[in-house]
T-cell receptor, first 113, second 112 residues
Framework: EPEVTQTPSHQVTQMGQEVILRCVPISNHLYFYWYRQILGQKVEFLVS????????KSEIFDDQFSVERPDGSNFTLKIRSTKLEDSAMYFC???????????FGEGSRLTVL | KQEVTQIPAALSVPEGENLVLNCSFT??????LQWFRQDPGKGLTSLLLIQSSQREQTSGRLNASLDKSSGRSTLYIAASQPGDSATYLC???????????FGKGITLSVRP
């Protein structure tokens, strides 16, 4: 069964450093997403991406965040200058076109010190 | 603004019991509703998706129903097993290919 894969599984960084989280969506999916979950809180939408551009973003997704599809398989989330409050689990997801079902990766845990 | 609520936050049942997990949402104009399972420290596993035009979906021991007009969905788990212990999340989508709005989840513990 194809799955969404994410790397790294855990990253520890210092406040102010840049971080790139990587995702490989399921190969025939066209819509990609980033969500995050702060410990003990709800899963929150960050951004959706289709046809090489952002299709929707939340208020959380400010100028410190960016997404990119640098090649035919990877989808990345960059945080330019991390803050303590960016510590969270970041999930990548892709959508099956026929049903609309979203499939999530295992997540990348980001810890900002 | 869509809000999704799942109550109670936690539930503990003995093995073999049939149980119902509830989800409510404030805006009934949804495109679809999806139930997920999350094990501690892990990702989200899709369980069932119900399109707005559907009333229910079934997969094995799981059955999810949707009542759009009242803003409710239920996930029914038959003959619960310790392996069903996890957090169950409900999420609604308000437009085609749009974002999901999640509830906080119900943490289920099935006692052997």
């Amino acid at each position: 069964e194809p799955e969404v894969t994410q790397t790294p599984s855990h990253q520890v960084t210092q406040m102010g450093q840049e971080v790139i989280l990587r995702c490989v969506p399921i190969s025939n999916h066209l819509y990609f997403y980033w969500y995050r979950q702060i410990l003990g809180q709800k899963v929150e939408f960050l951004v959706s991406f289709y046809n090489n551009e952002i299709s929707e973003k939340s208020e959380i997704f400010d100028d410190q965040f960016s997404v990119e599809r640098p090649d035919g398989s990877n989808f990345t989330l960059k945080i330019r200058s991390t803050k303590l409050e960016d510590s969270a689990m970041y999930f990548c997801a892709s959508r099956r076109e026929t049903t609309g079902e979203l499939f999530f990766g295992e997540g990348s845990r980001l810890t900002v010190l | 603004k869509q809000e999704v609520t799942q109550i109670p936050a936690a539930l503990s049942v003995p093995e073999g019991e049939n149980l119902v997990l509830n989800c409510s949402f404030t805006d009934s104009a949804i495109y679809n509703l999806q139930w997920f399972r999350q094990d501690p420290g892990k990702g989200l596993t899709s369980l069932l998706l119900i399109q707005s035009s559907q009333r229910e979906q079934t997969s094995g021991r799981l059955n999810a129903s949707l009542d759009k007009s009242s803003g409710r969905s239920t996930l029914y788990i038959a003959a619960s097993q310790p392996g069903d212990s996890a957090t169950y999340l409900c999420a609604v989508e308000t437009g085609a290919n749009s974002k999901l709005t999640f509830g906080k989840g119900i943490t289920l513990s099935v006692r052997p």
